[in-house]
Structure formats: structure tokens, C-alpha cells
């Protein structure tokens, strides 16, 4: 079957006097996303690994912001913290199946809780048709964001598109405009907090002077997103057992230069200390 993001949109195309440019930039997109978003370089590797191969699909829950608060209060009533994540952990449900009904949307997870590797297969899932089909992923990194001067997210956005391929500036901002964007955003946990309040000002703005795009935000429960009140919050699940086992079944082959450590060793170890268990739930620590 033909990927659907390289059959170019018919609705765009009869808006469009210069379609034959866009059907030309529609055919360069997989090959830069595949480039941009396919590869995940973690610990001492020397050369990055396909995340398609190594890519264990992710779970998510509600905002736990509270459930945080909640947790506190019960450990201090000497409950199990531990026991009630795994509770709340049984109640996740596949990333991709709740992402696909939102279109504004915060991804909070805990450091090495796969934040950035989910927005990549986010971008890889669209192309391939399987994830708001039609639109166009575009990853932004707010690390390199904020070298750029001055500090436009719409025009920082709209260069990322043309870095895809031919196409024209005013036909970039055209995307954008009639909403056929899938803005995925990391590295919102590397600015300042001065910046953080620009960025978070930005993106509100564009949400709601261009709401037919698809924005995804990643970042940490500790940045305060309040201003982006139109937007959804989903937490990053912890790795349950058969995620943990499929994860070290995938990663754990490819890092021979980095351990020794069998996938079959790893879990027989992971069944009798609690601790690891706990740090396998975030696997990329």
C-alpha cells in the first residue's frame, strides 16, 4: 500500500496553484524523516542504533501531577508508594491509541522514561500512515531553538519544514496555516526558566492562531505548563514485566561493546531485587 503522506493531500492540492512542487515535496519527506527520527545513540555507543528495531511500544496514563501529591501522603501513612504506581501502572493503555484522539497535548515523563524516543516514533508512525496519517511531522528541539536568534518559533518552525526538501517558503507557511502540521516538541526541560515562559507564550499562541496542527510537547513533571490550558496532559507509564522483558530482548543483543549482561541474566536478576525491577521501569536511566 502506498504510504498516504506521500500521496499528496487532495484537499491541499486543489488549494494550491503549484501542486506539482508539493507533490515533489511530499516524496522527499519519509526519506528525511526516516534519517531524522530512525536512530537512537544512548550510553557509550559509538554509532546510533535503529529505533525501529529497538522501539518497545509505550503505555500512558492520566497526569499523575496529583497522584504525586497523593503517594506522599499515603508513604507517610507508611503505604506502599511502589505498590500504587503498580496499580495506577495496570490502568495504562497503548500511547498511540490515546494520542490519536488528542491534537494539543503534553507528554510528561520522568528522565530515561523514553520522552524523546516516543516523539521520534510518533514522526515514524505518521509517515508510515499509521498515526495522524496525512500531516506532516516535524521535531522540534528546543535546545537548538534556542540558539536562534531572534527567538520565532513559527519561523524556526517553518525552516525545519523547508530542511525536508524543495518547496517554496510561502507554500512552508501555507502547512502551517491550514493545520496540516504533526509539531512534535522536545528539550523543553533544557532552558532557562526565562526561556521556558517565551517558549510556553509561543507555542499558546500558535496553538490558538493555528489550531488545526497537532502539537505534542515532551518534558519532565516538574515543568509548570499552566499557561498551555488548552492542552491535554498524558504521563509516561513505567515499563511493566513484558515491556521490560521485550526491552532487554531488543537493546540488550546490541550493546555488547557497552555489557556483558544477558537479556536472561538481566531478568533472573530482575525477580529477586526489587531495586533493579524499579530502575527497569525507566530503562533508559
Known amino acids: ?20 512542487s508539493l507533490q515533489q515535496f511530499y516524496s522527499q519527506i519519509a526519506k528525511s524523516i526516516q534519517r531524522i527520527c530512525n536512530r537512537v545513540r544512548v550510553l557509550d555507543m559509538s554509532k546510533p542504533l535503529n529505533l525501529s528495531d ?42 498511540l491509541e490515546v494520542l490519536e484522539k488528542l491534537s494539543k497535548v503534553i507528554i510528561l515523563g520522568r528522565m530515561g522514561s523514553g520522552k524523546t524516543m516516543l516523539l521520534k516514533h510518533m514522526a515514524l508512525q505518521c509517515i508510515a500512515g499509521k498515526f495522524q496519517a496525512r500531516r506532516i511531522p516535524v521535531l522540534i ?26 518547496i517554496s517558503l510561502q507554500l512552508a507557511t501555507q502547512l502551517v496555516v491550514q ?10 526541560d533544557d532552558l532557562t526558566a526565562r526561556d521556558t515562559a517565551l517558549v510556553l507564550r509561543q507555542i499558546r499562541n500558535l496553538a ?5 496542527n497537532y502539537w505534542a510537547i515532551a518534558c519532565r513533571p516538574k515543568i509548570s505548563t499552566q499557561i498551555l490550558d488548552q492542552f491535554t496532559e498524558v504521563e509516561l507509564a513505567g515499563f511493566n514485566r513484558k515491556q521490560i522483558e521485550e526491552f532487554a530482548h531488543k537493546w540488550l543483543p546490541r550493546l555488547h561493546k557497552s ?3 544477558k537479556p536472561e541474566d538481566f531478568l533472573t536478576q530482575l525477580s529477586s531485587s ?4 524499579e530502575i527497569a521501569a525507566n530503562p533508559l536511566l
Open 208 to 212: 490558538d492562531r493555528f489550531p488545526e
Open 259 to 261: 555489557t556483558s549482561v
Open 1 to 20: 500500500m502506498a504510504n498516504p503522506l506521500i500521496q499528496a493531500d487532495p484537499e491541499l492540492l486543489k488549494k494550491n496553484t503549484n501542486s506539482s
Open 54 to 95: 529497538v522501539y518497545v511500544p509505550m503505555h500512558i496514563i492520566r497526569s499523575d501531577r496529583h497522584l504525586r501529591c497523593v503517594l506522599a501522603a499515603q508513604t507517610s501513612l507508611h503505604e506502599n508508594p511502589r505498590e500504587q504506581i503498580a496499580k495506577i501502572n495496570d490502568q495504562a493503555v497503548p500511547a
Open 179 to 188: 493545520g496540516k502540521i504533526l509539531l512534535l516538541i522536545d528539550d523543553l
Open 141 to 166: 528541539s528546543l535546545r537548538e531553538f534556542r540558539e536562534e536568534q531572534p527567538h520565532d518559533l513559527l519561523g524556526y518552525i517553518t525552516t525545519r519544514i523547508l530542511q525536508y526538501g524543495t
Open 274 to 277: 526489587i531495586a533493579i525491577e
